[in-house]
């Protein structure tokens, strides 16, 4: 009997500060979230707004490159940063473990986007700007592969906002990282925006391609992921058809990203391969 006391009572000694931890991070990582959500859009806005530094995606504004979406496709951040937000809010509202989980490095995929939003407008660097859109990837990649692990534990209207939140930012930073690797090329050799159109196509193609299937066969199979990634394909097409009159280029871009969408969806979106 005393043993048996004797563990009960380590048991409440050891135990006791571990609730407290799990309180104290429900009422501090929603919070952080929501400012994070917050603090995004407006800095994306500190340059067209308040005048400081240049505009994110004037250096390529105009240029005619064949790989770039139309600028109104950019507009896609918006609902990022809408399902970024009521995640935060539904985490806030009633914050459960597996929000905590996926909630740590997406909070950290949003400084990141902060910190390369900022640099974007203030060094306006492109090889300092493509580096800094892979930390993003990587965390925003980290939480949809762990909310990707929840999907056969039921569904709720949390869940979906999750889905949409860890998803959408996962597939545009995708086809960011797609139409900056031609950007780059451009930056460091003589090449100018319509040098080589089918080859600079071709690689951010390739790149979105390989993307893809790296994160349907290992990630997740979050379908948010694939509209993201359709709206950026949607876009380049629309800026080839309209705007830089490469027809050819437009009509390949979309049967590449048809074939892309259809063999992801239907054979390799399986996930649950890596662990998060």
């Known amino acids: 009997m005393p043993a048996c006391l004797a563990f009960f009572q380590f048991g409440a000694i050891f135990f006791t500060h571990e609730p407290c931890h799990t309180v104290s991070m429900k009422s501090r990582l929603?919070?952080?979230?929501?400012?994070?959500?917050?603090?995004q859009p407006l800095s994306g806005a500190l340059a067209p707004v308040l005048g400081i530094g240049t505009p994110i995606g004037e250096a390529t504004r105009g240029i005619q490159a064949p790989e770039q979406p139309l600028p109104a496709y950019f507009s896609i951040w918006s609902l990022i940063?809408?399902?970024?937000?009521?995640?935060?809010?539904?985490?806030?509202?009633q914050c459960e473990p597996w929000m905590l989980r996926v909630g740590k490095p997406l909070a950290l995929?949003?400084?990141?986007?902060?910190?390369?939003?900022?640099?974007?407008q203030l060094i306006a660097r492109q090889p300092v700007?493509?580096?800094?859109l892979f930390p993003i990837a990587a965390l925003s990649w980290t939480a949809?592969?762990?909310f990707d692990r929840m999907r056969g534990m039921g569904g709720s209207m949390?869940?979906?906002?999750?889905?949409?939140?860890?998803?959408?930012?996962?597939?545009?930073i995708l086809v960011a990282i797609g139409i900056s690797v031609p950007l780059l090329i451009r930056n460091l050799t003589s090449?100018?925006?319509t040098d080589l159109p089918w080859q600079m196509l071709w690689i951010s193609l390739g790149t979105i391609a390989f993307g893809s299937w790296v994160f349907a066969r290992y990630i997740s199979r979050s379908l948010w992921f694939f509209a993201a990634l359709a709206w950026g394909l949607m876009g380049v097409i629309a800026n080839n058809w309209t705007v830089t009159g490469m027809t050819w280029l437009a009509?390949?871009?979309?049967?590449?990203g048809s074939l892309v969408l259809c063999l992801r969806l239907l054979r390799g979106a399986d996930g649950t391969t890596v662990p998060a």
């Open 129 to 132: 700007d493509f580096l800094l």
């Open 144 to 146: 949809a592969a762990r």
């Open 191 to 193: 090449y100018g925006p």
């Open 109 to 120: 995929a949003g400084g990141a986007n902060i910190v390369w939003m900022l640099s974007a």
């Open 251 to 256: 009509i390949m871009t979309g049967v590449s």
């Open 158 to 172: 949390k869940k979906l906002v999750a889905d949409a939140a860890t998803g959408l930012l996962s597939g545009w």
């Open 30 to 39: 929603p919070l952080i979230l929501i400012a994070l959500g917050i603090l």
């Open 81 to 93: 940063f809408g399902a970024y937000i009521a995640f935060a809010f539904a985490a806030w509202r």
